[in-house]
C-alpha cells in the first residue's frame, strides 16, 4: 500500500529530471527586469527576473559574470540566455544564466534619473546648504518602521556609543505606496520636538522596497527640514534621493547611528586631554604671574618709594636753572639790541636822514622828467592817435581815417587826405 507513495525529495528530482532533460528548457531566451540583485563576494550574481506578470529565480556563476561588460543593478531591463533547472533544496525552479546584457533601463529606474536630475539642478544637493551634524547631540530622532532589524540596530548602537542620549522613536511606513506621506508626516512631526539629530531610512530591500525614499514629496521634506538630516536607506550600495538631499549619507542604519553620536569613551578621553591641558596652561600662568610679581616688587621705585619724589625733585630743580638762564640770556640780548638802537644816527640826527631822503627823491624826479614824453611836446613834437593808439608809422593810417594829434598844450582832430 505504502509502496505508491514517494517522498518529497523523489518528487522534486523527478520534476528536475524532467525540466533537464527538456530540449526546450536546455537554452531558454529570457527579458525582464532584475531586482533584488545581489553580488555574492566569490563573484556570482544572485537576482530575480520579472516582468508585469510573473518572476523567476536566476544565478549566473562567477565563471560567466566575469565576461559581461555592465553593472547589474536594481531596475535594468536585460536580455539573458540560460538552462532552466530545479533547486532541490526547496523546490523551485531558476534560471542558470550563461549571458546577460541590457535591454535598456526599468521604468523605476528612469524615474529615478529624471528626479535626481531634476532635484540637482534646483540646487537640493548642494553641499554648501547642508547642515551640520552635532558632535555631541542630547537628542536624536529616528523615522523608520519601529520592528525590525534596522530600529534595533540603531537603538543598540546609540545606547552601546552615546548613553546620556534620549531617542525619539517615529514610527512611519517605509515600503508601499503609502509609505511616502507616512515618512513626511514623520518628518514634519519631528520638527516639533527639540532634537539635536534626525535619522531617517530603513534597511534594505529591492529598488521596489526602497522607492519610497526616492519620491519627490520626501526629498522636499528632508530638504526644508530645520533638523540636520543623517539618511540611512538600505545596504552601502543603495542610494536613494534621500542619500542625496539629507545633510549627510550614511551606508546603512548602524553607520547613520554612529555618525550621529560620539563614543562616550572618545568624549570621555577628550575631555581628560582638555582637563590636563588647562591644568598646564593655568599652572604656567600663575608661575609668569608670579614672576611678573617679585620682578615688580624688586624695583628700586617699590624698595625706594622717596626715589620718586627726589627724581622729579631733581627734575624741577634743573628746569628752573634753565629758565633762569634763559631768561638772563633774553634780556641781555634785548639790551643789546636797545643800545644799538639808542645810539643809532636816526635818534641822533633825524634831518640828516631827512635830507638824504629828499636828494635821493629829486635824483629820481629829475630821472622821470627826462623820460617824460611831455618835454618831447614842449621842444614842438607832437603825438599821433587813432582809436586812442599811438602812431608811429604812416602805415598804421589810412585816407579819409580820423586821427588825434597832441600838442604841448592840447588836442586837435583831423582827416587823413
Known amino acids: ?51 508585469e506578470g510573473s518572476r523567476i529565480n536566476a544565478i549566473m556563476f562567477a565563471s560567466n559574470a566575469r565576461s559581461i561588460k555592465f553593472r547589474p543593478q536594481d531596475g535594468m531591463k536585460v536580455l539573458v540566455v540560460g538552462k532552466i533547472s530545479v533547486f532541490e533544496a526547496n523546490g523551485s525552479y531558476q534560471i542558470y544564466v550563461n549571458d546577460m546584457v541590457e535591454d535598456g533601463v526599468g521604468n523605476l529606474y528612469i524615474a ?23 558632535k555631541i547631540p542630547s537628542k536624536i530622532g529616528v523615522i523608520t518602521a519601529p520592528t525590525g532589524a534596522a530600529i534595533k540596530d540603531i537603538i543598540s548602537t546609540i545606547k552601546r556609543r552615546w548613553p546620556l542620549g534620549e531617542i525619539y522613536l517615529f514610527p512611519s511606513l517605509v515600503q508601499g505606496e503609502q509609505a511616502k506621506d507616512d515618512i513626511v508626516k514623520q518628518i514634519n ?23 519610497p525614499f526616492n519620491e519627490e514629496v520626501v526629498a522636499r521634506a528632508i530638504y526644508d527640514c530645520k533638523i540636520p538630516v543623517i539618511s540611512a536607506v538600505g545596504h552601502e550600495i543603495d542610494f536613494t534621493i534621500a542619500d542625496f538631499v539629507a545633510d549627510l549619507r550614511a551606508p546603512t542604519p548602524t553607520g547613520a547611528a554612529e555618525m550621529a553620536v560620539p563614543q562616550i569613551n572618545d568624549v570621555a578621553n577628550y575631555l581628560n586631554q582638555l582637563e590636563i591641558r588647562l591644568n598646564t596652561i593655568i599652572a604656567h600662568k600663575i608661575k609668569n604671574y608670579r614672576q611678573k610679581l617679585t620682578d615688580i616688587k624688586s624695583r628700586s621705585i617699590f624698595m625706594n618709594p622717596v626715589m620718586i619724589y627726589q627724581a622729579k625733585d631733581m627734575l624741577f630743580d634743573n628746569l628752573l636753572e634753565r629758565l633762569k638762564h634763559s631768561t638772563l640770556n633774553l634780556v641781555n ?6 643800545g644799538e638802537i639808542k645810539n643809532s644816527y636816526v635818534l641822533k640826527s633825524p634831518y640828516q636822514l631827512l635830507d638824504k631822503k629828499a636828494n ?27 582809436n586812442g593808439k599811438v602812431i608811429n608809422s604812416v602805415k598804421n593810417v589810412k585816407k579819409d581815417e580820423k586821427i588825434e594829434v597832441t600838442f604841448n598844450d592840447g588836442s586837435i582832430d583831423a582827416i587823413v587826405i
Open 360 to 386: 635821493k627823491y629829486l635824483q629820481i624826479v629829475s630821472k622821470l622828467e627826462t623820460l617824460s614824453p611831455l618835454l618831447t611836446l614842449k621842444r614842438g613834437y607832437t603825438m599821433t592817435k587813432v
Open 1 to 51: 500500500m505504502n509502496d505508491k507513495y514517494i517522498t518529497v525529495t523523489q518528487l522534486t528530482r523527478y520534476i528536475k529530471y524532467k525540466i533537464d532533460n527538456d530540449i526546450h528548457l536546455n537554452e531558454v531566451f529570457l527579458k525582464g527586469e532584475i531586482s533584488n540583485f545581489k553580488a555574492h563576494s566569490r563573484g556570482h550574481f544572485y537576482f530575480t527576473l520579472k516582468d
Open 112 to 134: 529615478y534619473e529624471q528626479l535626481k536630475k531634476k532635484l540637482e539642478m534646483e540646487g537640493l544637493f548642494d553641499v554648501n546648504v547642508k547642515k551640520k551634524i552635532p
Open 189 to 211: 512631526r519631528a520638527q516639533e520636538y527639540d532634537l539635536d539629530t534626525l535619522i531617517v531610512g530603513r534597511g534594505g530591500g529591492s529598488i521596489e522596497d526602497l522607492w
Open 333 to 338: 640780548i634785548k639790551g643789546r639790541e636797545l
